[in-house]
C-alpha cells in the first residue's frame, strides 16, 4: 500500500499477474508463493502499457518505442516508416496488426511496417491514452491531462463526456469485456459501465471503492480483476 506499488496496467499470464505502476516500475507478482520480480526498464522508457497478443506475447509500450517481454527482459521491437514513437497505448486488431497511440495520431503497425492512422488535436499537444476499437467499430480513446472521453466514428471524433453527460475526471482505464460492454474508469468518480445503448455506473460496496479503479482485466466470463490504488 505505497505509492510504487499502485497499479496502474495489467495481464495475466498462468499463475502470474505482469503489471505497470508509477515511477517506470514493471513487476511480476508469482500468484503461488506471492513473490515478486522487478523487470529491468530501458533508461529513458518508462513503460505505460502492456497487451497480450492473440499468439501469447506481452507487448509493452513506452515512451520511447515498443518492447517485447521475455522472461525477465524487455526487448526493442524494431520496425519501417518511423523513428522511435511514444506507445502510450497499444491495441491488437483481429487480424493482429497492431494501434499504437502517440502524440496526436494513432499509427498502424503491419508487417513491420508503421504508418499514421489516424492524425488527432493538431493544433495541441496531445498524448493518447486508452486505446480500444470496440466490436461496432468505434475506437475509444482518452488524452493525457484532459478529463474528456472521446470516440472515433467513422470520421468524426465524438466528445463522449459531453454527449452523455459524463462525470469529468481522470480517465483511468478503458476496457471491453468479452460480450463487448465498454467499462470506463474515472478516477473519483467511480466506474462506467456502456451497454448497448445504456449507460450505469458501477456500484461501490464496503470492499470495493469504484472511485479509485486503474485497471480491469476479465480472464475469463465468469469473473473479473480491478486494480486499485491499494
Known amino acids: 500500500k505505497t505509492p510504487m506499488r499502485m497499479c496502474g496496467k495489467l495481464q495475466l499470464q498462468g499463475n502470474k499477474i505482469h503489471s505497470i505502476h508509477p515511477f517506470n516500475l514493471l513487476e511480476t507478482l508469482n500468484l503461488k508463493d506471492s513473490t515478486s520480480t522487478v523487470i529491468h526498464v530501458p533508461e529513458n522508457s518508462p513503460p505505460v502499457d502492456i497487451i497480450k497478443t492473440q499468439s501469447g506475447e506481452f507487448l509493452i509500450g513506452t515512451t520511447n518505442g515498443l518492447y517485447r517481454l521475455e522472461n525477465t527482459d524487455l526487448v526493442k521491437i524494431a ?61 475509444w480513446f482518452s488524452v493525457w491531462g484532459n478529463n474528456d472521453l472521446f470516440m472515433i466514428n467513422g470520421n468524426n471524433v465524438v466528445n463522449v463526456s459531453e454527449k452523455m453527460g459524463l462525470n469529468k475526471g481522470t480517465i483511468a482505464t478503458i476496457y471491453s469485456d468479452r460480450t463487448g460492454n465498454i467499462w470506463v474508469s474515472i478516477l473519483g468518480k467511480g466506474i462506467f459501465l456502456f451497454a448497448n445503448i445504456d449507460m450505469r455506473m458501477y456500484p461501490e460496496t464496503p470492499d470495493f471503492q469504484n472511485t479509485s479503479v486503474h485497471a480491469i482485466l476479465q480472464p475469463d466470463k465468469n469473473w473479473m480483476l480491478f486494480g486499485t490504488n491499494d
Do not use: M
Not at 520496425?79 to 497492431?98: C, P, R, V, Y
Not at 504508418?115 to 470496440?134: A, E, G, M
Open 79 to 139: 520496425f519501417e516508416g518511423f523513428g522511435d514513437i511514444s506507445a502510450f497505448s497499444i491495441f491488437e486488431e483481429q487480424d493482429g496488426s497492431l494501434l499504437i497511440a502517440g502524440e496526436n495520431a494513432i499509427y498502424s503497425l503491419r508487417n513491420n511496417k508503421i504508418t499514421v492512422f489516424k492524425q488527432l488535436f493538431k493544433n495541441t499537444s496531445s498524448r493518447i491514452f486508452n486505446l480500444l476499437r470496440d466490436k461496432r467499430n468505434n475506437i
